[in-house]
């Protein structure tokens, strides 16, 4: 079994290299007259091999142990490369499509702990009340420390039904928060949109799947046509929203962008040099956007972000993103199998790398609670005595602007989003004026 195995290994990284990966040569005098394979590494890795599996405590297959091999393999180059059986493949698929049972989360690796980089709208995880950057340090009570991304993730998911308890540390609390969620069917909804006030509207993005582009596209439309007048704004949410596929990040960019490049991919590969050009057309023709980022906007989300900021096509608003600048690549290994790897980074329209920095808003807006002040006691000039009266020159509305408003929107982040594109509409209208 043992030289089977070495000569299994010996012929696998050859047969790699008829592909566009071109490995680095080694200089060891222990490597192959091609210098591609570290012999003396080889003849460790089946002296253990062959340790474990015959002095094991329990016996474990063949199989199973290269499978751990494969895992270990890619689990140690970064936390978003791994190994994808049969089963987490389909997972991954639904997932693109946007349907799976589970809790409804992006999680990532970090230090051995499973965070939380951003919960869906709606699902069993963001109902419960889990945050983004949230820790997960044990599931029903067992502790995952070096647990592994992709086994973790198999143990969140699960029949729609089903519950599972979570222990979670979360910065600023004393001790640890318990979680007690039930499995449900996560039936993404990746774009909707609304209007907040009559011209201003809203769409959010809550991660970014195959018809993700194409639908925010017939959500502006929808907007425009629905709206009694001329879209004056939009906001586009982008909070919260783990990433997804790029060419969907791609063509909500470019439908906001006359001109100009979107993003860029640099790899070692020559699939992974790509360019993103935008093509002539702006749905919105000019009119004024904010987009919303926060700490858990991650990958494609920031791609779009970093896009339109770039461009000068509208002004980022909230707190620094996730700082996710790397692409991953599915590569199928053709019996259900495949590999999910690190393949390139990927950079703005000026140049920036944002991975581990983020995207740094141009307005940092903490969120916060907003609460109207009482100032139902508050001294006007028509309570001085001797007060001069009005000229009767006011407008019939007059009683009503002098009520103090009240939002009606209770995210300070989306208000403070709404009232800055009033003032870019505002001071369109002097400068027309001028």
Do not use: C, W
């Amino acid at each position: 079994m043992l030289k089977k195995l070495a000569l299994v290994l010996l012929l696998l990284p050859v047969m790699q290299t008829d592909a566009d990966v071109e490995p680095e040569r080694s200089q060891s005098p222990d490597s192959t007259a091609e210098g591609r394979l570290p012999l003396r590494e080889l003849r460790t890795f089946t002296q253990v091999f062959e340790q474990v599996r015959l002095g094991y405590v329990e016996e474990v297959t063949d199989t199973e142990l290269l499978e751990n091999a494969i895992e270990g393999l890619l689990t140690g180059l970064d936390p978003h490369s791994t190994y994808l059986k049969k089963e987490d493949y389909g997972e991954l698929q639904e997932s693109a499509s946007g349907e799976y049972g589970g809790l409804g989360m992006e999680v990532g690796a970090d230090s051995g702990l499973i965070k939380v980089i951003s919960p869906i709208d709606g699902s069993p995880a963001a109902k419960a009340g889990i945050k983004a950057g949230d820790l997960i340090i044990e599931m029903n009570d067992s502790p995952i420390r070096g647990l592994g991304l992709q086994k973790a993730i198999d143990k969140l998911r699960g029949e729609k039904g089903t519950s599972i308890k979570l222990t979670i540390y979360r910065e600023g609390q004393e001790g640890p928060l318990t979680f007690n969620l039930v499995r449900d069917i996560i039936q993404i909804s990746a774009v909707r949109s609304e209007m907040l006030e009559p011209g201003y509207g809203y769409v959010r993005i809550a991660q970014f799947q195959i018809t993700s582009g194409d639908d925010f596209v017939t959500e502006v439309e929808s907007l425009k046509s629905a709206s009694p007048t001329a879209l004056k704004g939009l906001v586009i949410d982008l909070r919260n929203n783990p990433g997804g596929l790029v060419p969907a990040s791609v063509t909500v960019a470019d439908a906001l962008i006359n001109a100009g490049t979107l993003v860029y991919t640099e790899g070692r590969m020559p699939s992974s040099n790509r360019r993103f050009e935008a093509e002539n057309g702006d749905i919105l023709q000019g009119v004024p956007i904010v987009v919303l980022i926060n700490g858990g906007s991650a990958s494609a989300s920031e791609i779009v972000a970093g896009a339109l900021q770039d461009n000068g096509r509208a002004a980022i608003v909230g707190t620094q993103s996730f700082g996710k600048g790397s692409v991953q690549s599915v590569l199928p290994l053709g019996d259900g199998r495949a590999v999910k790897l690190t393949t390139a980074r990927y950079f703005t329209p000026n140049g920036r790398s944002i991975q581990a920095e983020g995207i740094a808003p141009d307005i940092v807006i903490e969120p916060a609670e907003i609460r109207p002040y009482n100032i139902s006691n508050r001294v006007r000039e028509e309570n001085l005595d001797g007060h001069l009266e009005s000229d009767g020159t006011l407008s019939d509305n007059s009683k009503e602007s002098e009520k103090e408003q009240i939002p009606s929107i209770d995210d300070n982040q989306l208000y403070e989003a709404l009232n800055l594109l009033k003032g870019f509409q505002l001071l369109g209208q002097r400068a027309a004026l001028d």
